[in-house]
């Protein structure tokens, strides 16, 4: 399966390639060729196995770069994604859409800690089961583009698509003290199957009011 920007962006390239064929010559087109074929494999969109259970699962894949405090109650797992990896986010748990808040900032490199708070960012909150997981899509050097299909007031099961970020970038996922984190820095998790935090017994409306005073959910 593949995301339909990618198919759109292999049929320009591929159709630039014979501009350039017929201009040029068979052998100045193969650049565009090879773009083609880059772009339908980075747009590739497999599916994937949700587990079940209150647990929170990868909203991207890629390679775990942080997990830290994030306040008194808020623990912070940031994801850094290549440009070989599948760039499809997410959601982490299941509830519903409360918030997606656009900012514009900066396009530092995405595996820089500081592009968490100065990056240009999409902020999600989702509520259910008694309390809230905040997700952030954040661009990177490259990425400039951050697409999210879905509107507050949306209910999204865990593990379902809801948008994705073109080429490099980060996705930080902030978790309450209900929420056990179960990944290291330096782990690789699959969107939608690696499950990062496992719900233990705790006080959820502590994590939602401190969610929504840093974030404005």
Known sequence: MIVADGIYYALSLIAAAGVVWWLAGVWFCAPLLLLAAFCLYFFRDPDRNIPSGEVAVSPADGKVVAVKAEGAAIDRVSIFLNVFDVHVNRAPV????????????RFLVASNERCSAENEQNIVTVRGQGGCVVFKQIAGLIARRIVFTKKPGDQVATGERVGLIKFGSRVDVLFGPEWEIVVRPGMRVRAGSSVIACRRQAEPQLALAEVEQLYGA
Request: no cysteine; hydrophobic share 35%; net charge positive.
């Open 94 to 105: 299941g509830g519903v859409i409360a918030s997606a808040q656009y900012r514009k900032g």
